[in-house]
């Protein structure tokens, strides 16, 4: 009986410790960017506001990139495209992957837009749009294809870069770098969270930095192309950690988050950005120096499908997204369901103790912060992070309440008042399939 109880134990350590084996890896990984920036003689529009009117950028502030990471286990791979954009139309991904070929599907690819408001304008790269309203953007073809292509270029190149890496998360409270723009909440996410990824030896190779809030510090005036505040952090952090070390941002649940004027001074708003990016980047920079880093770690990827409930406008539409962006009733009702996906999907990425969860969209940080917790509970991630906007921008998720409450959140939301219990549901099914 003794004996058989011993083999019993043994055979459930080797059992464990396979499992263990089959869901850990030792990554090799690569990296590239590309300067996004479009030519000022393409005359492409800046994004982020309808009243800029589709006008186009008069020059460049600072230049704007995406930046690929590639990950491979010697037998999956995996691509994450950070940029400093306002976001991504349903279109675009597809077409990437279509030109990417190589054996890339849609699972294997996570672009994730900082949200810049002062990057090029969304729907100007969007085939759907037919309309012609300057407000929300006229589709540029030239400016499609130099968007597309330049990603498309950038994973190739990552792709052909692999090495042996190490790689570590770690996470923390920063209070007072951000706040709740809406006047009936002041619940904020104010967790910062740091991904290391070095070079055998120890030598960096990449970071990951994802922090929640608008980049919305430059105004409908200001008509330079930027990466606004994320850019001056991943400039700080380069500068900062050096030995070529390539900085990705990414931004979480910011739906109702924005920044807090925290640095003192400032003259403009080019300075204020420069000053809270400089800043929030030099905290990232010395959080990053303690990070222990491991070769052996858990990788996965998954792709969850979303039905989308109808899409449909908040009847406070016209007084709010309506009036900024010059749509009527009869416009919307053409443009929804031409422009409006009716499925989405929900990205996620394992990386050791990270947990990426792709959300196509803006979500609030309640139910940010609610899912990051659930997901915790359902995968053991210890540091499980939003990757806000991801792959597509669908609309605002906000919670039931929120969406009835109405405001300029709940006016561009477009999938009625169970968007953000859909979303989530969604979501965690993919976690769930991601953990199995």
Known sequence: MIRCTQLIILAIISCTIELSSMQAAELSAGTARVDLTPPLSMNAPLGGYGARMNAPAEGVHDRIFAKALVLSDGQRRFALVTCDMLGLTPPVKPEILKRLGDGWTAEQVLILPSHSHASIEMNAINPNNTFGIPQIGIHDPDLYEFTVNHFVDVIRRAADELQPVTIGTASREIPGWNRNRRADSKLTDDEITIT????????????????????????EKEMLFSAGWPGA?????EASIGEGVMAMYYNGAQGDQTTIGRPAGGNSNWERAAQ??????????????????????AFDFHLQPIDLPESSWHPDFMSTGGA?????????????PKMQPTQTT?????????????????MSAELGINLKAKAKEITGASHPVIGG??????????????YRT?????????????????????????LQKLHQ
């Open 196 to 219: 290391r990824i070095d070079k055998i030896g120890g030598k960096p190779l990449a970071v990951l930095v994802n922090f929640t809030a608008h980049p919305t510090m430059m105004s």
């Open 233 to 237: 952090l991943q400039r700080t952090m």
């Open 276 to 297: 809270y990016g400089l800043e929030l980047g030099l905290l990232a920079a010395g959080d990053w120096q303690s990070i222990d880093t491991r070769r052996n770690i």
């Open 324 to 336: 900024e962006y010059g749509l009527t009733e009869e416009i919307l009702t053409e443009l929804l």
């Open 346 to 362: 929900s990205g996620s990425l394992r990386l050791g103790e990270l947990l990426i969860i792709g959300i196509p969209g803006e």
């Open 389 to 402: 906007l991801a792959n597509e921008w669908i609309s605002y998720i906000l919670t039931a309440d929120a």
């Open 406 to 430: 109405g405001k300029y959140e709940a006016s561009v939301s477009f999938y009625g008042e169970t968007l953000g219990e859909t979303i989530t549901a969604g979501a965690m099914i993919g």
